[in-house]
């Protein structure tokens, strides 16, 4: 285990831009950034994201810290991949729910429409009751998980436990202490997407450096948030 960072005496609000601008101030960026990309670019067969989560999961415990130049060094891929496989682990827990509803919703209508041929309408109305129910059952979900998924990642990475993802207590406290800075995050992190869009001028090749880099903001801004929270 870490140290983990001194829990702040007062609530503070964490610096809107602050987060897309700290990377330049790292005399090394661009080769970090590089390495990054090509992770990405690795991770469309799996295997480069598992090191891009452990190589965030640092970064997020060095802003968390307070570093100045909180970017890491790209020397620890043993580590990077193990920790990495952990956290995507615990994604695919949290959306292994909204999988098995889309399971449901491909194969339950083809079920129901072969049992009910002889009373094509029947089925047919029932059928598209299951899959509309199921969508809106998937996008209440997506909603939930897309709002306590980053506080379960912080908190898991921060304590360096598998476990800290799912204790729901802990996680609904931290969310609700941290409201302010916590939706300045999601806010930092919808707007790091779309300026990542931006890298398709670059003959489209350039959109998975630009992606990296919005990761690394996104990753910022929610560990700005964990520094200054009181709800650990």
């Given at each position: 285990?870490?140290?983990?960072?001194?829990?702040?005496?007062?609530?503070?609000?964490?610096?809107?831009?602050?987060?897309?601008?700290?990377?330049?101030?790292?005399?090394?960026?661009?080769?970090?950034?590089?390495?990054?990309?090509?992770?990405?670019?690795?991770?469309?067969?799996?295997?480069?994201?598992?090191?891009?989560?452990?190589?965030?999961?640092?970064?997020?415990?060095?802003?968390?810290?307070?570093?100045?130049?909180?970017?890491?060094?790209?020397?620890?891929?043993?580590?990077?991949?193990?920790?990495?496989?952990?956290?995507?682990?615990?994604?695919?827990?949290?959306?292994?729910?909204?999988?098995?509803?889309?399971?449901?919703?491909?194969?339950?209508?083809?079920?129901?429409?072969?049992?009910?041929?002889?009373?094509?309408?029947?089925?047919?109305?029932?059928?598209?009751?299951?899959?509309?129910?199921g969508m809106c059952l998937t996008y209440?979900?997506?909603?939930?998980?897309?709002?306590?998924?980053?506080?379960?990642?912080?908190?898991?990475?921060?304590?360096?436990?598998?476990?800290?993802?799912?204790?729901?207590?802990?996680?609904?406290?931290?969310?609700?202490?941290?409201?302010?800075?916590?939706?300045?995050?999601?806010?930092?992190?919808?707007?790091?997407?779309?300026?990542?869009?931006?890298?398709?001028?670059?003959?489209?090749?350039?959109?998975?450096?630009?992606?990296?880099?919005?990761?690394?903001?996104?990753?910022?801004?929610?560990?700005?948030?964990?520094?200054?929270?009181?709800?650990?």
């Amino acid at each position: 285990m870490t140290d983990q960072p001194p829990v702040p005496a007062a609530r503070q609000t964490i610096d809107f831009g602050r987060p897309f601008s700290f990377t330049f101030e790292d005399p090394d960026w661009i080769r970090k950034i590089l390495i990054g990309g090509v992770m990405y670019l690795l991770a469309f067969v799996l295997i480069g994201m598992f090191f891009i989560f452990g190589y965030l999961a640092r970064f997020v415990r060095n802003v968390a810290a307070g570093a100045p130049r909180p970017l890491p060094e790209w020397d620890q891929w043993g580590r990077d991949f193990g920790e990495g496989v952990r956290l995507f682990a615990i994604m695919l827990i949290y959306y292994s729910p909204i999988i098995l509803i889309m399971m449901v919703m491909i194969v339950g209508p083809a079920i129901i429409g072969a049992a009910g041929a002889e009373h094509s309408d029947a089925a047919g109305a029932l059928a598209s009751g299951v899959f509309t129910f199921g969508m809106c059952l998937t996008y209440g979900l997506i909603l939930v998980i897309a709002v306590i998924l980053p506080a379960a990642l912080t908190l898991a990475v921060m304590r360096q436990s598998f476990s800290a993802a799912f204790e729901f207590a802990t996680i609904f406290a931290y969310v609700r202490e941290n409201a302010v800075n916590y939706v300045l995050a999601i806010v930092i992190y919808l707007v790091a997407g779309f300026l990542a869009q931006f890298g398709i001028i670059l003959l489209c090749v350039g959109v998975v450096f630009t992606a990296f880099w919005s990761q690394l903001v996104s990753a910022y801004a929610f560990a700005e948030t964990y520094r200054f929270s009181r709800v650990r």
